[in-house]
């Protein structure tokens, strides 16, 4: 098993910047990527960033040149950092882990003002 803390989410003004962290224990040999989806209200969860453990980056095109996916390989931590937030980055981030299953944190609540 995998166990996954997010933490880091919290309100912000339009234009403002948060980062995101995520904390892995457990069986964490087993992850070879980790990444970050998030769900707003009403919609779908969709994804938002993924890094491998070496080093490749994904981004989802609405976040990309504003948000940043890194890691902490010692400390089994992945963080997302999110500048220029915008209101429609309003969601509830999750935190995942991909190994033979994949894993969720409890998720961490960003709300972006206008």
């Known amino acids: 098993q995998v166990q996954l803390v997010e933490s880091g989410g919290g309100l912000v003004q339009a234009g403002g910047s948060l980062r995101l962290s995520c904390a892995a224990s457990g069986r964490t040999f087993s992850i070879y990527a980790m990444g970050w989806f998030r769900q707003a209200p009403g919609k779908e969860r969709e994804f938002v960033a993924r890094?491998?453990?070496?080093?490749?980056?994904y981004y989802a095109d609405s976040v990309k040149e504003r948000f940043t996916i890194s890691r902490d390989n010692a400390k089994n931590t992945v963080y997302l950092q999110m500048n220029s937030l915008k209101p429609e980055d309003t969601a509830i981030y999750y935190c995942s882990a991909y190994s033979t299953n994949n894993y969720w944190g409890q998720g961490t609540q960003v709300t972006v003002s206008s």
């Open positions: 890094i491998t453990w070496g080093g490749s980056t």
